[in-house]
Nanobody, 121 residues
């Protein structure tokens, strides 16, 4: 049974930082590209960042470029999202997902339950 679990969300002031973690089990972690998505109240879910299976390729939404960094540790079956210079508009539920492919070009196959990030002004 595949499980994808996010952690690290919380409440932070604008300009602050948070580090999200995503741990997956029940799958061959390094077979999959992994991504972070977010959904704010009343808005559609959007892609934030994605990382290829071996970490040598990353992609970011324009809104987070230069502020967020995605990384992964295949030995620990874990992916991370370092979020710096947070803004109130970053407030959302953040989800981790395993891509159906090893590169960031397929649909999402497995999803976590999400972790809430709230940025106060």
């Amino acid at each position: 049974q595949v499980q994808v679990v996010e952690s690290g969300g919380g409440l932070v002031q604008a300009g602050g930082s948070l580090r999200l973690s995503c741990t997956a089990s029940g799958l061959s972690f390094d077979d999959y590209a992994m991504g972070w998505f977010r959904q704010a109240p009343g808005k559609e879910r959007e892609g934030v960042a994605c990382i290829n299976w071996n970490g040598d390729g990353t992609h970011y939404a324009d809104s987070v470029k230069g502020r967020f960094t995605i990384s992964r540790d295949n030995a620990k079956n874990t992916m991370y999202l370092q979020m710096n210079s947070l803004k109130p508009e970053d407030t959302a539920m953040y989800y981790c997902a395993a891509n159906s492919l090893s590169f960031c070009s397929g649909s999402q196959k497995y999803w976590g339950q999400g972790t809430q990030v709230t940025v106060s002004s």
